[in-house]
């Protein structure tokens, strides 16, 4: 904050009267520290005119937001030296020879007795270079985003003493003999993202498809429920089929399991499921690996045994890559060739871009086929540090946990084939460890409803025949009349007693 403090013409009454004129306001009109101002002025100035103070300007705000910018970094020149002593630090940090896991509080003790930098300037830091930024009329702040990624981490780490762990790796787990040392600043506690919201609104409703178990939501984030419910879907026919895939046709097991992964009976009895899908689906089929690394491995193995070059006889194959761009033309491709009526194939990732937030309406998803249980790399540091952390401070035990994200994450991605009442599709698990009950038991219960004996543990043959038939009914006239006293209600069946005393009853249940 700069201010210049201008004397106005001599002495009247033996009192000096003074104009504050702001030159830098960072923040809004804040009251209290005009008033804050006011009285140091008076303080300073005891003959100042009483009646001078209309003439300070009510938008001087020294104090940014509600506490002051550390003096040590007010300036641009000692904001610029202190980011270079930061910087310094950081570097001597990464040179390292193990793997260093450490607390927040642990690591400001740690600069604190190294460089003397104190906690407090490190909050400012964001705020201060978007300050300099502005000061300078920099638009384009592309080529600073190294110092703002800097910046950004001096705030959050001296803001969060707890839910928060840093991690240094000196190498990459995927090359344990090359120096590339990174520093992860990881959050272990989800509630602190969701806690403003609780705090601000007095009503907060948590609702989607896969909230799944319900139960699991609370301790995590942390909260009390005041009413917590679980629907189910209100169709007129049976427009999803979900079928566990547990076996090849030679009886060999279907899984993703680590130790099964390089096997060639496994790879080639997926291809054939896709391949034997690809001809009696019409249209357009979703398939999801559980990594990427897992996807290229079983596409090149695919392209090897010629399985591929059969496939693209039915369909064409577009497939999701890491690279933004070409994602997005894959799927403007796909969706292409499933208008024309060519049909294709999009070979996706769990937890990538499409099975986040792309929906396959209609043809563009008559299948999903999800070949294996989507774990995370259970070896990650990361993902070790915040199991630990649910373990101490919710009591969630770490199999449930996994077990949590990786059946949320599978009827995330199987969902897609199914956004309305009016579609249909096929649901596969390529996987036997879905015929589990603790694997079943946390999906959703629209998923559950529609898993049959005679769903479980199939072989490729089994599928197809039950997908033959499932297909074939899907393929009937139906309309919107067929839905009315079903899924749908017309006003008078609205307003009817019956209906009403039914709602009532709902609602008194929940």
Same mark, same amino acid.
């Given at each position: ?29 804040? !009251? ?5 101002? @006011?009285? %140091? ?36 020149? &000692? ?69 703002? !990624? ?11 003493? %707890? ?20 520093? &992860? ?16 609104? %007095?009503? *907060? ?181 915040? !199991? ?20 949320? &994450?599978?009827?995330?991605? *199987? ?5 309305? #009442? ?12 879905? @015929? ?5 038991? #946390? +999906?959703?219960?629209?998923? %559950? ?16 025949? +039950? ?21 749908? +209600? ?13 709602? @009532? ?6």
């Amino acid at each position: 904050m700069t201010c210049v403090v201008k004397r106005l013409g001599g002495f009247q009454d033996r009192r000096r009267r003074y104009q504050i004129q702001a030159i830098y306001c960072p923040g809004p009109d804040l !009251l209290v520290d005009y008033k804050r101002l @006011a009285f %140091q002025t008076r303080v300073l100035c005891p003959d100042l005119n009483p009646g001078s103070g209309s003439q300070i300007l009510k938008s001087f705000c020294l104090w940014s937001s509600s506490e002051a910018v550390p003096g040590s970094i007010r300036t641009a020149e &000692h904001f610029v030296g202190f980011l270079r002593r930061f910087l310094e630090y950081l570097k001597s940090r990464l040179r390292v020879q193990h793997v260093v896991q450490e607390s927040a509080p642990q690591f400001l003790k740690d600069i604190f007795d190294k460089v003397c930098i104190d906690r407090k300037p490190l909050r400012f830091c964001a705020e201060r270079l978007q300050s300099l930024l502005r000061t300078l009329e920099i638009t384009d702040i592309s080529d600073f985003s190294a110092v703002t !990624l800097i910046s950004n981490f001096a705030t959050l780490v001296s803001t969060y003493s %707890q839910g928060f762990t840093i991690i240094i790796e000196p190498f990459e787990d995927r090359t344990p003999t090359i120096a590339n040392p990174v520093l &992860h600043f990881s959050c272990m506690d989800p509630s602190i993202a969701i806690k403003p919201v609780f705090q601000r609104f %007095q009503s *907060v409703i948590i609702t989607s498809g896969t909230l799944s178990p319900v139960d699991i939501y609370p301790r995590i984030l942390d909260f009390r429920p005041v009413t917590m419910a679980s629907f189910t879907m209100t169709l007129a026919r049976t427009c999803l089929c979900p079928l566990i895939v547990g076996r090849g046709n030679d009886q060999v097991a279907l899984s993703s399991k680590f130790e099964t992964r390089e096997d060639f009976a496994v790879i080639r009895n997926y291809g054939n499921l896709l391949l034997e899908m690809s001809a009696v689906v019409p249209d357009g089929i979703v398939a999801f690996f559980t990594s990427y690394v897992y996807m290229e491995n079983i596409v090149a193995s695919w392209y090897e045994q010629g399985i591929l070059e059969n496939i693209q006889r039915n369909k064409l194959i577009f497939i999701e890559t890491q690279d933004a761009a070409e994602t997005s033309m894959a799927l403007e491709k796909y969706q292409e060739a499933c208008e024309n009526g060519r049909g294709a194939i999009l070979l996706s990732v769990a937890r990538g871009k499409v099975s986040e937030g792309i929906d396959f309406v209609h043809h563009f998803g008559r299948a999903v086929i999800m070949f294996g249980v989507p774990y995370v790399y259970t070896q990650s540091r990361i993902l070790k540090a915040r !199991l630990e952390y649910l373990r101490d401070q919710f009591q969630i035990r770490e199999n449930d946990f996994l077990t949590f994200d990786a059946m949320r &994450h599978a009827a995330q991605c *199987v969902g897609r084939a199914i956004r309305g #009442k009016t579609d249909y599709g096929l649901m596969i698990f390529a996987d036997k460890r879905y @015929a589990r009950a603790d694997k079943r038991g #946390k +999906l959703p219960r629209w998923i %559950q409803e529609h898993i049959n004996d005679g769903s479980l543990n199939l072989t490729v043959d089994e599928a197809v025949q +039950l997908s033959k038939h499932f297909l074939r009914q899907m393929a009937q006239p139906f309309s919107q009349v067929d839905q009315l006293g079903l899924s749908l +209600l017309t006003l008078e069946q609205l307003e009817s007693p019956e209906m009403l005393k039914k709602i @009532a009853q709902i609602a008194h249940q929940t």
